[in-house]
């Protein structure tokens, strides 16, 4: 078990600093999936000299259960589908019609955590996409998928705990995955910190305005 998000971070760190060297002009770009991944996010940023932004994906719930995820969608529109759809009887358009509301929702989220800042280009950068924990990583397949199309040179997922299954299901899409804990039985993130505290917008919007982007 993490004392905290900022505990897992550390060794996160610590790992990704042993898989690639880091200097001046691979200055790795750290996409963090908020909330809970922004805290994360900014201490891998701050260790390995890196840019942090954030990586904006929303959940889209089963129209007769909203506790039941069924995929995520980017801000800019990349759709990801959990396997529950092939059997789910969903309403014609049902996917399209959500993702484009969660899509709109993900635009006012941008303008909350990064007002007047244009999202850095990943493009032939190592981008590393930060969670501080997954369960289906439908959220996190959603933020990959979009992330590829910029065509960084190498991606990377890290996060503290998630179950062995999802690990090697997004070991197919990326380039490399760092997982801190892969329990054999995956209860909750949450279980895995003693301290798992709600993570704000504004905690988020400070985090994102600490760092390099403050001297650019």
């Known amino acids: 078990m993490f004392r905290n998000r900022e505990e897992a971070a550390d060794q996160l760190a610590a790992q990704l600093a042993l898989r690639f060297c880091v200097s001046d002009t691979e200055n790795p770009l750290i996409l963090a999936i908020p909330p809970g991944g922004v805290p994360i996010g900014r201490v891998i940023a701050d260790e390995l000299a890196g840019e942090l932004d954030v990586v904006l994906v929303h959940r889209i719930a089963s129209p007769g259960d909203p506790d039941l995820g069924i995929g995520s969608v980017s801000e800019t529109g990349e759709i990801s589908v959990s396997d529950s759809v092939r059997w789910a009887q969903l309403p014609e358009n049902y996917i399209f019609e959500e993702a484009h509301r969660q899509k709109v929702l993900l635009c006012g989220y941008r303008s909350r955590y990064t007002p007047g800042w244009s999202p850095p280009d990943p493009a032939g950068r190592i981008v590393v996409i930060v969670a501080d924990g997954m369960v289906r990583g439908t959220t996190m397949l959603a933020a990959v998928r ?71």
């Open 146 to 216: 979009a992330v590829r199309k910029a065509q960084p040179s190498r991606v990377i997922v890290a996060a503290g705990v998630a179950p062995r299954d999802t690990a090697k299901r997004l070991a197919t899409e990326v380039d490399d995955v760092v997982i801190l804990q892969l329990p054999h039985k995956f209860s909750s993130v949450g279980d895995y910190f003693q301290d798992f505290r709600r993570v704000s917008d504004q905690d988020v919007a400070s985090s994102l305005a600490r760092g390099p982007r403050l001297l650019h």
